[in-house]
C-alpha cells in the first residue's frame, strides 16, 4: 500500500521559515517526480513546486527566491524549505509523486496546515 505523509506545518508568523517534509512508504518505483501543491480555502489546488529525477527543479512565480525543493537520494523523502513567508501563504500543502513502474501512478499525501498570521 502506497502511502505518503506530510509533516512540519503549523502557525508561523510572517517573514517565518517552515520545511514540510512528505515520506513515501510502500511499493513506489521509477519516480518521474515529486512535486508539492497547496490549496487555500475556497481555492483551487495550485502547485508550488516539482523536481524531476534529474534534480531539475521548477517553482510558481509567487514563490521564487522563497521556497527550495529538494529530495532525498533515494527519492522517498521530498522536502520544501519555506523562507520569508507571507500571509497569502496560508493553504493546505500536499505532497504529489508521479511514478511510471509498468503503468503511470500518482500518489498524494493527506496534506499538511501552513498558517502565516500575528
Known amino acids: 500500500q502506497v502511502e505518503l505523509v506530510e509533516s512540519g506545518g503549523g502557525l508561523v508568523q510572517p517573514g517565518g521559515s517552515l520545511r514540510l517534509s512528505c515520506a513515501a512508504s510502500?511499493?513506489?518505483?521509477?519516480?518521474?517526480?515529486m512535486a508539492w501543491y497547496r490549496q487555500a480555502p475556497r481555492k483551487e489546488r495550485e502547485l508550488v513546486a516539482t523536481i524531476n529525477s534529474d534534480f531539475n527543479k521548477m517553482y510558481a512565480d509567487s514563490v521564487k527566491g522563497r521556497f527550495t525543493i529538494s529530495r532525498d537520494n533515494a527519492n522517498k523523502t521530498v522536502y520544501l524549505q519555506m523562507n520569508s513567508l507571507k500571509p497569502e501563504d496560508t493553504a493546505v500543502y500536499y505532497c504529489?509523486?508521479?511514478?511510471?513502474?509498468?503503468?503511470?501512478?500518482?500518489?498524494w499525501g493527506q496534506g499538511t496546515q501552513v498558517t502565516v498570521s500575528t
Open positions: 510502500g511499493p513506489i518505483y521509477r519516480v518521474n517526480s
Open positions: 504529489n509523486v508521479k511514478t511510471y513502474y509498468i503503468t503511470r501512478n500518482e500518489y
